[in-house]
């Protein structure tokens, strides 16, 4: 029920010993459980727990009324604090006889003899959960008064006490915990539950409370009016916050020595929140080169299908027939697709997935499935069919890579839009046509998604030829000639950055590249467009990079 990494516990307190002193204190006082819960699954049997086990029910509005309602007895807060809730229930556990009974370390004089002097009796157990803030903020008409007020305030302030005072009192954020506290104050009473496991509780606690402000300060800084950064303000915060659920634990990580595990944000979109629809759970190479694929195949408006082998596309066709752009993409590079990652932008039909019957792939992701496929997939049993309901939804937050001592922030490469050609510049003399514009997009938009340095070669809307990854872009070119072979005939090439040197070009000609697209901006331009102009060959500059590192 709680996480099994080692903690050090240092065990200065005797948990017998303080609720010894507890009873010394107030020997005709019944334990104390205060339960302010918004999601309340489980919680009424759990509170019967206690109530059977000898413990004095707190509770607070919704809760109370579920408590009530099933025949626990519950003693409302403000007959405790001997005052009520106030400013529509903004203010309601805030209070000294809620929170001295929480903080209070019963095995110290001084806490007992002020216990005793204002007539507190000690709490000993908590259970809170606190307001769906993000829940909220995800619905469209969600307005900024309402965010505001989905903030927990109370229960935030009780959960950072009772984990603070995790020794004297038992902190429950998480439902699932219920269960396994319960049969443990069932068989033993709260003696049973050991300082590790309300240590490792309190950590959950503070974990809760992380990573909801980690949600509400995110939201925040997107509703601040005026997004635009002003004149010398940076658009980056002053101290990045994050916060992620853990998902799923893996087998292990990049390598069989290394542990892994996944986690999700609280967007629910991209391929750590696929539907994992049959197969195998995913290893940490799968989810790492079946991001690659859908990066990819959603960059393109138009129906096609990606392969992916080690986060680079080995094969990738644009057609409106499903199973043909799958078959094109498998011809591109058939050898580097066996055990890959393939991916659609549309509905996968039965024509495509008998279209790859004795091919062998790891994963496949689609937005969704015709049933009839997903019959035929189910007796696939190696192979992992996910689906990703949004789809198209490109990520609007800051990239975060991590660095030794540290982390990158950068705003995401964008996507690519069709129109986006009607403002690359032709620096040739020779026009390119209708045609090589078409494949020049598509060959820009995967370039997007090769490693650097990279290369792309693409005829008829299909890739053809890759280069990815050298240190030098000639390299790359080199590699992405011998893949195609002949089919480089007639194709038309793109560079994710500047063609350095007219070498490249004079290359790229020599095996029957039909026309360049490239970001320009070497120092060397000219010389490029002259190897270009020499051979004929139309050039064009789109004045933006497309590295990936």
Same mark, same amino acid.
């Given at each position: 029920?709680?996480?099994?990494?080692?903690?050090?516990?240092?065990?200065?307190?005797?948990?017998?010993?303080?609720?010894?002193?507890?009873?010394?204190?107030?020997?005709?006082?019944?334990?104390?459980?205060?339960?302010?819960?918004?999601?309340?699954?489980?919680?009424?049997?759990?509170?019967?727990?206690?109530?059977?086990?000898?413990?004095?029910?707190?509770?607070?509005?919704?809760?109370?009324?579920?408590?009530?309602?099933?025949?626990?007895?519950?003693?409302?807060?403000?007959?405790?604090?001997?005052?009520?809730?106030?400013?529509?229930?903004?203010?309601?556990?805030?209070?000294?006889?809620?929170?001295?009974?929480?903080?209070?370390?019963?095995?110290?004089?001084?806490?007992?003899?002020?216990?005793?002097?204002?007539?507190?009796?000690?709490?000993?157990?908590?259970?809170?959960?606190?307001?769906?803030?993000?829940?909220?903020?995800?619905?469209?008409?969600?307005?900024?008064?309402?965010?505001?007020?989905?903030?927990?305030?109370?229960?935030?302030?009780?959960?950072?006490?009772?984990?603070?005072?995790?020794?004297?009192?038992?902190?429950?954020?998480?439902?699932?915990?219920?269960?396994?506290?319960?049969?443990?104050?069932?068989?033993?009473?709260?003696?049973?539950?050991?300082?590790?496991?309300?240590?490792?509780?309190?950590?959950?606690?503070?974990?809760?409370?992380?990573?909801?402000?980690?949600?509400?300060?995110?939201?925040?800084?997107?509703?601040?009016?005026?997004?635009?950064?002003?004149?010398?303000?940076?658009?980056?915060?002053?101290?990045?916050?994050?916060?992620?659920?853990?998902?799923?634990?893996?087998?292990?990580?990049?390598?069989?020595?290394?542990?892994?595990?996944?986690?999700?944000?609280?967007?629910?979109?991209?391929?750590?929140?696929?539907?994992?629809?049959?197969?195998?759970?995913?290893?940490?190479?799968?989810?790492?080169?079946?991001?690659?694929?859908?990066?990819?195949?959603?960059?393109?408006?138009?129906?096609?299908?990606?392969?992916?082998?080690?986060?680079?596309?080995?094969?990738?066709?644009?057609?409106?027939?499903?199973?043909?752009?799958?078959?094109?993409?498998?011809?591109?590079?058939s050898v580097s697709a066996y055990g890959g990652i393939v991916g659609f932008?549309?509905?996968?039909? !039965?024509?495509?997935?008998? #279209?790859?019957?004795?091919?062998?792939?790891? %994963?496949?992701? $689609?937005?969704?499935?015709?049933? *009839? &496929?997903?019959?035929?997939?189910?007796?696939?049993?190696?192979?992992?069919?996910?689906?990703?309901?949004?789809?198209?939804?490109?990520?609007?937050?800051?990239?975060?890579?991590?660095?030794?001592?540290?982390?990158?922030?950068?705003?995401?490469?964008?996507?690519?839009?069709?129109?986006?050609?009607?403002?690359?510049?032709?620096?040739?003399?020779?026009?390119?046509?209708?045609?090589?514009?078409?494949?020049?997009?598509?060959?820009?938009?995967?370039?997007?998604?090769?490693?650097?340095?990279?290369?792309?070669?693409?005829?008829?809307?299909?890739?053809?030829?890759?280069?990815?990854?050298?240190?030098?872009?000639?390299?790359?070119?080199?590699?992405?000639?011998?893949?195609?072979?002949?089919?480089?005939?007639?194709? !038309?090439?793109?560079?994710? #950055?500047?063609?350095?040197?007219?070498?490249? %070009?004079?290359? $790229?000609?020599?095996?029957?590249? *039909? &026309?360049?697209?490239?970001?320009?901006?070497?120092?060397?331009?000219?010389?490029?467009?002259?190897?270009?102009?020499?051979?004929?060959?139309?050039?064009?500059?789109?004045?933006?990079?497309?590295?990936?590192?």
């Open positions: 029920p709680l996480s099994s990494s080692p903690l050090l516990v240092s065990n200065y307190y005797s948990i017998k010993h303080s609720q010894n002193q507890a009873k010394q204190v107030h020997p005709n006082t019944k334990m104390q459980a205060l339960i302010s819960v918004y999601d309340k699954t489980g919680v009424v049997d759990f509170a019967k727990t206690l109530q059977s086990a000898g413990f004095k029910i707190i509770s607070t509005g919704g809760t109370s009324t579920t408590l009530s309602k099933e025949g626990v007895p519950v003693t409302q807060v403000q007959d405790i604090t001997e005052f009520p809730e106030m400013l529509e229930g903004r203010v309601k556990t805030l209070h000294p006889r809620i929170h001295g009974g929480i903080l209070a370390k019963t095995n110290i004089v001084q806490h007992q003899e002020d216990l005793k002097k204002h007539n507190i009796s000690p709490i000993q157990l908590v259970a809170v959960n606190l307001y769906p803030f993000v829940e909220t903020v995800k619905k469209p008409e969600t307005t900024l008064d309402i965010a505001l007020e989905n903030i927990d305030i109370g229960g935030h302030t009780l959960i950072r006490a009772s984990a603070k005072n995790f020794a004297h009192v038992i902190i429950i954020v998480d439902p699932t915990d219920y269960s396994w506290i319960s049969e443990k104050i069932k068989t033993g009473g709260v003696e049973a539950i050991t300082q590790a496991e309300r240590h490792k509780l309190a950590v959950k606690a503070f974990q809760h409370g992380c990573a909801y402000d980690a949600a509400v300060s995110a939201y925040l800084s997107k509703a601040i009016v005026g997004e635009v950064p002003k004149e010398g303000e940076s658009q980056f915060p002053n101290t990045l916050i994050t916060s992620y659920e853990k998902k799923l634990e893996l087998r292990y990580g990049e390598n069989p020595h290394q542990p892994g595990c996944l986690y999700v944000d609280a967007t629910g979109t991209g391929i750590a929140n696929a539907e994992l629809l049959q197969g195998t759970p995913l290893s940490y190479n799968n989810i790492l080169d079946g991001d690659a694929a859908y990066r990819c195949i959603r960059e393109f408006e138009q129906p096609g299908c990606v392969i992916v082998k080690h986060t680079n596309p080995c094969g990738l066709s644009i057609h409106p027939d499903q199973k043909e752009a799958y078959t094109r993409a498998f011809s591109g590079d932008n549309r509905t996968v039909t !039965v024509a495509s997935v008998e #279209a790859m019957k004795g091919v062998f792939y790891e %994963v496949m992701i $689609a937005p969704d499935y015709e049933p *009839a &496929a997903l019959e035929i997939l189910s007796k696939r049993a190696k192979l992992r069919v996910l689906r990703i309901k949004q789809f198209y939804t490109h990520p609007t937050a800051s990239e975060i890579k991590t660095v030794s001592g540290g982390a990158l922030l950068q705003v995401p490469n964008p996507a690519i839009s069709d129109s986006e050609s009607q403002n690359w510049k032709t620096v040739t003399e020779s026009k390119a046509t209708e045609e090589q514009m078409k494949d020049m997009m598509v060959a820009w938009k995967i370039s997007k998604h090769v490693k650097s340095n990279a290369i792309v070669l693409v005829k008829d809307s299909t890739l053809v030829g890759m280069g990815a990854g050298q240190p030098n872009r000639l390299q790359s070119v080199h590699l992405s000639l011998k893949l195609a072979g002949d089919k480089s005939k007639g194709s !038309v090439l793109a560079s994710d #950055a500047f063609i350095p040197f007219p070498d490249n %070009v004079e290359l $790229a000609v020599q095996g029957g590249i *039909a &026309a360049i697209v490239q970001p320009g901006g070497s120092i060397r331009d000219q010389d490029s467009i002259e190897a270009a102009n020499k051979a004929k060959v139309p050039m064009l500059f789109t004045g933006n990079r497309n590295f990936l590192h």
